[in-house]
């Protein structure tokens, strides 16, 4: 059944609107061969489709960032080569670059930013990762203030800067080496703790794991921890802890 004909049974009367809005949950999505487009994600999760760019077919990447934009939905791009994006833009114009966190995006709809979240790193070579985390929360609507190259090398520079950590909702600490900072900010700060192991280090770092293993035995409260170099997931997951803050504190205004 199309979204079509479930407005038309709900506009006849033959169908509820609960029975509706379960069936507008799972659909629809567009086959256009090579992919599947999700038209209906932001129905059922509160987020458009995000498209992962490596090791795609630039020629498939130009179609489906094409088709999403001609629905005027905020299209997102992770992990895009300069390449790619080039040829994106040359298609659609209305899409950015941002060659750092390598984002792609086109916003059709700007809301005001809500909430507020930290985004830190252990050392300058974890900005990329950080970058991506900071530029997938801000897509989403959240507000996010960074603070880089805060690292256990020279804890003084954390020391000196708690007062980022006020009145936030969530903290993003993307480090490599050691891994130490996630938990050193967490035995400091009252919210959830989004621990960012990244690939930075020497041979015995072994691309990240050395930082993932101290990340995931932490003995500080209150750390998740994703995946190697994953500043996608942070950022995505500290949006959803962001909104869930800022609706529990409309409720409670």
Excluded: W
């Amino acid at each position: 059944m199309d979204v079509r004909a479930v407005l038309s049974g709900v506009k006849s009367g033959e169908m509820e609107i609960n029975e509706a809005e379960e069936l507008l949950k799972k659909l629809p999505y567009e086959d256009l061969g090579y992919a599947k487009i999700d038209h209906h994600r932001n129905v059922r999760q509160g987020f458009e489709e995000v498209i992962y760019c490596q090791g795609k077919e630039t020629e498939h990447l130009v179609g489906i960032c094409k088709r999403m934009a001609e629905e005027k939905i905020n299209v997102l791009g992770t992990r895009a080569t300069r390449e790619q994006a080039d040829a994106v833009k040359r298609t659609i114009p209305e899409f950015t670059y941002e060659p750092v966190s390598r984002l792609l995006k086109a916003e059709f709809r700007k809301g005001t930013p809500i909430g507020k979240i930290v985004v830190c790193t252990g050392g300058t070579a974890d900005i990329p990762v950080a970058e991506e985390a900071a530029g997938v929360a801000e897509f989403f609507g959240t507000k996010v203030v960074r603070l880089f190259d805060v690292g256990v090398a020279g804890i003084h520079r954390l020391l000196r800067n708690l007062e980022v950590f006020e009145n936030v909702n969530c903290v993003i600490a993307v480090a490599g080496m050691e891994g130490a900072l996630p938990g050193v900010v967490a035995g400091l700060v009252d919210v959830p703790v989004i621990a960012v192991p990244t690939s930075v280090g020497y041979g015995a770092s072994f691309g990240g794991l050395s930082a993932l293993l101290t990340m995931i035995n932490s003995c500080a409260n209150g750390i998740t921890v994703v995946n190697i170099d994953n500043g996608y997931g942070a950022g995505y997951v500290a949006t959803q802890i962001n909104r869930l803050a800022v609706k529990g504190h409309e409720k409670n205004s």
